[in-house]
């Protein structure tokens, strides 16, 4: 039934969508192969920060480039210092060429004012071919409930989220949050560490790998329904792509079963339109100091 | 009622027991910090790979030599070539020091014929220290229901684990299973992924954060509930140490949730002997290719 909600949307093909323009990287110079220029967009702002999730799909993109296996398996990011829009450059590592698996190395890093560089994230990764995996799946995990996207609630449908600070990474994404995850927006956060929706984005443009990447650190954090306001830096993210998604809106759960130590997990699970789970994420956050 | 039983076990101080003296690191050249010789001991092999988890709590105490910070808060290691018993060097990067946390990489090399270095597992890391948190607890998350040491089953208990190789490990590791989780070890798999028990060092050690890292890696692995048998190389293996354990067994729970594609997630908890979850970990592994 969704599917053809989706069909109504103009296709954008992956080449021209605002995703693939925005995490593009460019080889620096063909003799030095591994170093990548890059432009931060602000469009994929959230609270005046770029998104850690957006910047990435940025490294995986890169990632992609110099090794010789073209999707992310597994994805682990340490973030070091905030990342604001303008020029960055990614400078890879061929860690171990393998078979079936290739493992990498990438570092964000921006420009001081004196010109020098200041690593933003560094990544840990192994590539693979999606195509190429046995068909098996022996899988006990379900799809998360939700209510039908028409029935859920996005942007435009209550009162703004009490988020303050510029967001203009709503713009790009279409996310529409269960109604029983998004108390905190109205001032009576459930309690609970969950929250779930249909993801997609806003112009169209189907899941791929790399917009996992993106997914998974895409939905408001866990924290608001535990009643914390604020900024909740992650500081690891690991990300497993288990599947190809197939074409259609994504569902996205996120939960926190322990917030403790000024530190909360954050696991998210991503399901495409055909069943299949799709991506594994967890990670790491310091926890908003404020309480809602 | 368990803290009595452990009282009866001979303690031996953290500085002396088998764990720290074979995950014991030297620093090479005090004129060269961060670079560390270490002698992978043959006494933490499984199915005669050396286990992961002993590795990486090797890696650990590197980093919380190099790093200013003593405790590892997060963990994430990508193993690249099997390591073998026998001299490795460990090589540390400081990449971020900061008021609450230092972000560090490591590699753990051995030496081929020729001398060569060989990666075998590169980490990234953030360190902190574990006793400078704030004492908040959350948390929705509950411990295993596990029946009581005494009535789980370690390997004196019944018929040997189809485990073909030598596995020194369970020599140095005090396990008792869930008799509800060992269906494997009788040739009828649960189907289920899941395996529960209670861990201890064999010497009466108690936990601490770098234990910590081997304890995750260390009961058998869900696949074998799945009815799978054999070897499950870990690709990925991301821990998060949420607090100090206090003295005592712990509990641990592994599951699985997606077995597909020929890769399989694998998350633990571990809980201490006072009822706190203590670290969380996940492991994208390569799925054993025999059916059991």
């Given at each position: 039934m969704y599917d053809s909600a989706m069909a109504q949307v103009a296709q954008v093909t992956n080449g021209s969508s605002e995703f693939d323009r925005d995490t593009a990287v460019t080889?620096?110079?063909?003799?030095?192969?591994g170093v990548y220029d890059a432009e931060l967009s602000?469009?994929?702002?959230?609270l005046n920060a770029v998104n850690g999730g957006y910047l990435l799909a940025l490294l995986g993109r890169a990632l992609g480039d110099a090794l010789?296996?073209?999707?992310?398996?597994t994805v682990s990011a340490y973030y070091l210092t905030p990342s604001a829009p303008g020029p960055a450059v990614i400078r890879t590592e061929t860690i171990r060429t393998g078979g079936t698996l290739s493992t990498g190395q990438a570092s964000l890093l921006q420009y001081a004012e004196d010109g020098t560089e200041v690593e933003r994230i560094r990544v840990l990764a192994a590539y693979g071919d999606l195509d190429a995996l046995p068909g098996d799946v022996q899988t006990t995990a379900l799809p998360p409930a939700i209510p039908a996207p028409q029935d859920c609630l996005g942007p435009?449908?209550?009162?703004?989220?009490?988020?303050?600070?510029?967001?203009?990474?709503t713009d790009r994404l279409d996310i529409k949050l269960d109604p029983a995850t998004v108390g905190w927006a109205v001032?009576?956060?459930?309690?609970?560490g969950e929250v779930r929706g249909w993801f997609g984005l806003a112009d169209g443009r189907d899941a791929d790998p790399l917009s996992l990447l993106l997914t998974v650190d895409?939905?408001?954090?866990?924290a608001f329904e535990l009643g914390l306001k604020g900024w909740t830096p992650t500081v690891e993210l690991t990300v497993h792509i288990r599947c190809r998604p197939a074409p259609g809106l994504l569902r996205v759960s996120i939960t926190t079963r322990n917030l403790a130590g000024g530190f909360l997990e954050e696991d998210a699970e991503v399901w495409d339109s055909a069943g299949r789970l799709v991506a594994q994420s967890r990670q790491l956050a310091k926890a908003p100091l404020t309480r809602g």
């Amino acid at each position: 039934m969704y599917d053809s909600a989706m069909a109504q949307v103009a296709q954008v093909t992956n080449g021209s969508s605002e995703f693939d323009r925005d995490t593009a990287v460019t080889l620096r110079d063909p003799g030095v192969p591994g170093v990548y220029d890059a432009e931060l967009s602000a469009g994929w702002t959230i609270l005046n920060a770029v998104n850690g999730g957006y910047l990435l799909a940025l490294l995986g993109r890169a990632l992609g480039d110099a090794l010789p296996h073209p999707d992310p398996i597994t994805v682990s990011a340490y973030y070091l210092t905030p990342s604001a829009p303008g020029p960055a450059v990614i400078r890879t590592e061929t860690i171990r060429t393998g078979g079936t698996l290739s493992t990498g190395q990438a570092s964000l890093l921006q420009y001081a004012e004196d010109g020098t560089e200041v690593e933003r994230i560094r990544v840990l990764a192994a590539y693979g071919d999606l195509d190429a995996l046995p068909g098996d799946v022996q899988t006990t995990a379900l799809p998360p409930a939700i209510p039908a996207p028409q029935d859920c609630l996005g942007p435009s449908d209550g009162p703004a989220p009490a988020i303050p600070g510029s967001s203009d990474i709503t713009d790009r994404l279409d996310i529409k949050l269960d109604p029983a995850t998004v108390g905190w927006a109205v001032g009576a956060p459930s309690g609970k560490g969950e929250v779930r929706g249909w993801f997609g984005l806003a112009d169209g443009r189907d899941a791929d790998p790399l917009s996992l990447l993106l997914t998974v650190d895409a939905l408001p954090p866990t924290a608001f329904e535990l009643g914390l306001k604020g900024w909740t830096p992650t500081v690891e993210l690991t990300v497993h792509i288990r599947c190809r998604p197939a074409p259609g809106l994504l569902r996205v759960s996120i939960t926190t079963r322990n917030l403790a130590g000024g530190f909360l997990e954050e696991d998210a699970e991503v399901w495409d339109s055909a069943g299949r789970l799709v991506a594994q994420s967890r990670q790491l956050a310091k926890a908003p100091l404020t309480r809602g």
